[in-house]
T-cell receptor, first 114, second 113 residues
Framework: DQQVKQNSPSLSVQEGRISILNCDYT??????FLWYKKYPAEGPTFLIS?????DKNEDGRFTVFLNKSAKHLSLHIVPSQPGDSAVYFC?????????????FGTGTRLTIIP | GAGVSQSPSNKVTEKGKDVELRCDPI?????LYWYRQSLGQGLEFLIYFQGNSAPDKSGLPSDRFSAERTGGSVSTLTIQRTQQEDSAVYLC???????????FGSGTRLTVV
């Protein structure tokens, strides 16, 4: 049972354009969401997060949007840069239920075309 | 150290052998997690240690898998009688607090032949 889903395994975007990565979840107890970025042969690194009390969080070129009614979140990267090429994982946890385990999606491989 | 350290970085083992994977978390981080990533899959939760509490072992796929955390610091994940389906990258993470505090190591790539 995949509780966090990233339906696009890969995405290619021209440098300078906007990259939009999508994530859907099924567990209504999830109340905190994160995006991680992973380069080959490295561990995932934290990128940005959002609490369910918000619908948007912005950090530089990265913005995460949360639509609770649709159980959907997205990561926007603008402008996209070649160094953004990586695998992006969406993750969720039920913080208010005292559950500290992150549930991850299967990842989306983003390729930025110079 | 400055980050989460995992060893070995790569391990090739014969089917049926036991393996031990080691994780050195960031000093002072009370929570430690093991995940694995199989080919084409997401990160699968295995086990979670928090302070002196009993570990959450709900993600361990079989009784061939076990983990311990000695002295609230270093953790060892042991896989007994390895099978080919155990081949994956095993990732360790530690945190001081929930969610954004997770720091991952670079992982151990396990290949069972």
């Amino acid at each position: 049972d995949q509780q966090v889903k990233q339906n696009s395994p890969s995405l290619s975007v021209q440098e300078g354009r906007i990259s939009i990565l999508n994530c859907d979840y099924t567990n209504s107890m999830f109340d905190y969401f994160l995006w991680y970025k992973k380069y080959p042969a490295e561990g995932p690194t934290f990128l940005i997060s959002i609490s369910s009390i918000k619908d948007k969080n912005e950090d530089g070129r990265f913005t995460v949007f949360l639509n609770k009614s649709a159980k959907h979140l997205s990561l926007h990267i603008v402008p996209s840069q070649p160094g953004d090429s990586a695998v992006y994982f969406c993750a969720a946890l039920a913080a208010n239920f005292g559950n500290e385990k992150l549930t991850f999606g299967t990842g989306t491989r983003l390729t930025i075309i110079p | 150290g400055a980050g989460v350290s995992q060893s070995p970085s790569n391990k090739v083992t014969e089917k049926g052998k036991d393996v031990e994977l080691r994780c050195d978390p960031i000093s002072g981080h009370t929570a430690l997690y093991w995940y694995r990533q199989s080919l084409g899959q997401g990160l699968e939760f295995l086990i979670y240690f928090q302070g002196n509490s009993a570990p959450d072992k709900s993600g361990l796929p079989s009784d061939r898998f076990s983990a311990e955390r000695t002295g609230g610091s270093v953790s060892t994940l042991t896989i007994q009688r390895t099978q080919q389906e155990d081949s994956a990258v095993y990732l360790c993470a530690s945190s001081l607090r929930q969610g954004s505090g997770y720091t991952f190591g670079s992982g151990t790539r396990l290949t069972v032949v």
